[in-house]
């Protein structure tokens, strides 16, 4: 069995981000993280390689910078890593990205690709399933649980309150909650390994069947308006009154006022 991780770099947002004059994220400024839906992602894969001797390939696009994020799911035990990099890539929305990824997925072998459900740097949810549908795949998102049985894979996947149990044949496309699993850490062997091992690199020249007008940003349809970080709210009204009675007088006049109630 053979398995695709891909996995992406994102900024980690407690420090703050970063942006280019064009809205685009300024990645290279910015500290940096494994996605926490794609390293769900990447242990249900390391899960089936303890079971079924799966060869667990992790695959991301990025600036060269990204191979920090290879080499930590090489020391967590995945075998081959693929960075996706040029600087003609840079800027793209989901459709180009996943354009990009899919063109790169082609030169590989795979029975499942999983992803995560989404990055947090853009939480669209859209990069996985349009990775499926240009690779003509049959997809299962928001996994919850990853089962094997012979060339079926049985999907437990969240639903609001309750959640369906889903069965498809390989090859397949998964994307993987962050509540899937608890990921395992890196080991000190894995750490010292991984620094040695060698990254393939994949370039605009490696990628399949894709047009160049469906690349970059100039490939991408998405347009940003506007980008700002997370907006800081006020302190708000403070109100010191001296009963409980005129403190639920109070709260109500509010509520009716705003038309809460």
Request: aromatic share 4%; net charge negative.
């Amino acid at each position: 069995m053979k398995v695709i991780v891909c996995i992406k770099q994102v900024p980690d947002t407690k420090g703050g981000v970063e942006f280019n004059p064009d809205g685009t994220l300024n990645r290279a400024a910015m500290l940096a993280i494994m996605n926490p839906d794609d390293k769900a992602g990447l242990e249900a894969a390391l899960r089936l390689k303890d079971e079924y001797d799966a060869e667990v390939t992790v695959l991301t696009m990025g600036l060269p910078k990204a191979a920090e994020v290879l080499r930590e799911a090489l020391a967590m035990g995945a075998d081959k890593g693929v960075l996706v990099t040029d600087r003609v890539l840079g800027g793209a929305d989901t459709w180009a990205t996943s354009t990009t990824i899919a063109g790169a997925i082609r030169n590989l072998e795979y029975d499942i690709i999983i992803t995560g459900r989404q990055a947090i740097d853009g939480d669209t949810a859209q990069v996985g399933p349009q990775i499926a549908e240009h690779l003509d795949l049959p997809v299962i998102s928001y996994a919850e649980d990853i089962k094997i049985d012979g060339d079926d894979v049985i999907v437990q996947r969240q639903y609001e309150d309750r959640y369906h149990s889903i069965k498809a044949k390989t090859p397949c496309l998964i994307t993987a909650l962050s509540e899937l699993n608890e990921p395992r850490y890196m080991t000190p062997g894995g750490i010292f390994d991984a620094m040695e091992q060698e990254i393939t690199t994949y370039s605009r020249a490696e990628l399949i069947d894709v047009e160049d007008g469906d690349l970059g940003l100039n490939g991408s349809p998405t347009k940003i308006a506007k980008a700002s970080d997370k907006v800081r709210k006020g302190a708000g009204e403070k109100v010191e009154l001296d009963t409980p009675d005129e403190s639920v007088d109070y709260i109500m006049d509010k509520l009716l006022t705003k038309h809460v109630i």
